[in-house]
């Protein structure tokens, strides 16, 4: 079958920039605490008017263009988002009328901060078994309309930033580029250390979401922050060890190493923990923080926009997200 590989990536990133001093008028927090917790010093919100489907469009746009094709030459479409444009349909049909692509196959995942590594094993089958030919992956992500500065939710707001990326796959005309390896893996035991309760239809009633509901906090994001950090730091490291001994290689052989962007103390450990030096590691979290599924589709645009990565270069990404759920994957650019 033949091999998948990257034609082109793309990102974008609202204009508006929120920075911890921002933060410190919005919450009970300060810009010690949160550097001192995450490292993160900015981080985009859009405006009011702006949903995950607006953010996505010319992220696609940026993406397509720069694999030199047109819209019409994609043929099947990949979104993973936990900030949707409406509850139902899925995010995913809005987009598609936005970018102009009637009638090809659409598909939306939620699948956390792995999205964009859940969305690539999906293209990468279709265009393996010759269903796809050109298949466009986007994350999208409106966080900040999914802020909460109480007590309860601030541990999470604090890192919360927005941005959309993309890749466009196709067909590899060589066998020695492209997708070299994807590992997928979940354990939905962890899944309430990072959820959101409300609505849904667990709740024991009949009622989808109620007044309640709001004031008691249930429709926000509540973590549980050591859970969360121990089992990233396990997960990321865990998938980039599985990643290199599934392709054979070593950290030497790797140029580029790409991490969920979750926060930076995070980040620090599972670099620490696989080993690798930090010359070879992408981080920018500080900058945008963490933006979830948004952040390695983004990460990965700026690394070749950068120089960073190059035709040739073996990139690895590892991402863990609330679920649980991790990935990993080699990339031969």
């Given at each position: 079958?033949?091999?998948?590989?990257?034609?082109?990536?793309?990102?974008?990133?609202?204009?508006?920039?929120?920075?911890?001093?921002?933060?410190?008028?919005?919450?009970?927090?300060t810009d010690k605490f949160i550097v001192e917790r995450t490292g993160v010093l900015r981080r985009r919100h859009a405006e009011a008017n702006v949903s995950a489907s607006d953010l996505a469009v010319p992220a696609c746009e940026a993406a397509v263009a720069d694999a030199g094709l047109k819209m019409s030459d994609i043929d099947l479409l990949i979104l993973n988002t936990i900030t949707p444009d409406h509850a139902d349909p899925g995010c995913a049909f809005f987009l598609q009328a936005k970018l102009g692509l009637p009638g090809i196959a659409t598909y939306e995942i939620r699948q956390q901060c792995t999205g964009l590594i859940y969305g690539m094993a999906l293209a990468d089958a279709f265009i393996r078994t010759g269903q796809s030919r050109r298949a466009l992956v986007v994350c999208s992500e409106v966080l900040s309309k999914r802020i909460d500065g109480s007590y309860d939710g601030r541990?999470?707001?604090?890192?919360?930033?927005?941005?959309?990326?993309?890749?466009?796959?196709?067909?590899?005309?060589?066998?020695?580029?492209?997708?070299?390896?994807?590992?997928?893996?979940?354990?939905?035991?962890?899944?309430?250390?990072?959820?959101?309760?409300?609505?849904?239809?667990?709740?024991?009633?009949?009622?989808?979401?109620?007044?309640?509901?709001?004031?008691?906090?249930?429709?926000?994001?509540?973590?549980?922050?050591?859970?969360?950090?121990?089992?990233?730091?396990?997960?990321?490291?865990?998938?980039?060890?599985?990643?290199?001994?599934?392709?054979?290689?070593?950290?030497?052989?790797?140029?580029?190493?790409?991490?969920?962007?979750?926060?930076?103390?995070?980040?620090?450990?599972?670099?620490?923990?696989?080993?690798?030096?930090?010359?070879?590691?992408?981080?920018?979290?500080?900058?945008?923080?963490?933006?979830?599924?948004?952040?390695?589709?983004?990460?990965?645009?700026?690394?070749?926009k950068q120089g960073r990565i190059t035709p040739g270069s073996r990139v690895l990404l590892v991402a863990f997200g609330s679920g649980f759920v991790w990935a990993s994957t080699v990339l031969r650019m």
């Amino acid at each position: 079958m033949t091999r998948s590989r990257i034609l082109g990536t793309g990102h974008y990133l609202p204009p508006k920039v929120v920075t911890n001093a921002d933060l410190e008028k919005m919450m009970d927090t300060t810009d010690k605490f949160i550097v001192e917790r995450t490292g993160v010093l900015r981080r985009r919100h859009a405006e009011a008017n702006v949903s995950a489907s607006d953010l996505a469009v010319p992220a696609c746009e940026a993406a397509v263009a720069d694999a030199g094709l047109k819209m019409s030459d994609i043929d099947l479409l990949i979104l993973n988002t936990i900030t949707p444009d409406h509850a139902d349909p899925g995010c995913a049909f809005f987009l598609q009328a936005k970018l102009g692509l009637p009638g090809i196959a659409t598909y939306e995942i939620r699948q956390q901060c792995t999205g964009l590594i859940y969305g690539m094993a999906l293209a990468d089958a279709f265009i393996r078994t010759g269903q796809s030919r050109r298949a466009l992956v986007v994350c999208s992500e409106v966080l900040s309309k999914r802020i909460d500065g109480s007590y309860d939710g601030r541990n999470i707001a604090i890192l919360l930033g927005d941005g959309a990326g993309a890749v466009v796959m196709g067909p590899s005309d060589d066998d020695g580029r492209g997708v070299l390896w994807i590992g997928l893996h979940a354990d939905g035991r962890g899944a309430k250390a990072l959820y959101t309760a409300a609505p849904g239809s667990a709740l024991g009633r009949m009622e989808h979401v109620t007044k309640e509901d709001i004031d008691a906090g249930r429709v926000h994001f509540r973590m549980d922050g050591k859970a969360v950090f121990e089992n990233g730091v396990a997960g990321m490291s865990g998938a980039a060890f599985e990643a290199l001994h599934a392709t054979g290689l070593t950290l030497s052989d790797i140029d580029l190493l790409i991490p969920h962007q979750a926060n930076l103390r995070m980040l620090e450990a599972v670099v620490e923990k696989v080993g690798a030096p930090k010359k070879k590691v992408f981080i920018n979290v500080e900058e945008y923080g963490n933006m979830a599924s948004a952040c390695l589709p983004v990460a990965l645009d700026q690394a070749r926009k950068q120089g960073r990565i190059t035709p040739g270069s073996r990139v690895l990404l590892v991402a863990f997200g609330s679920g649980f759920v991790w990935a990993s994957t080699v990339l031969r650019m």
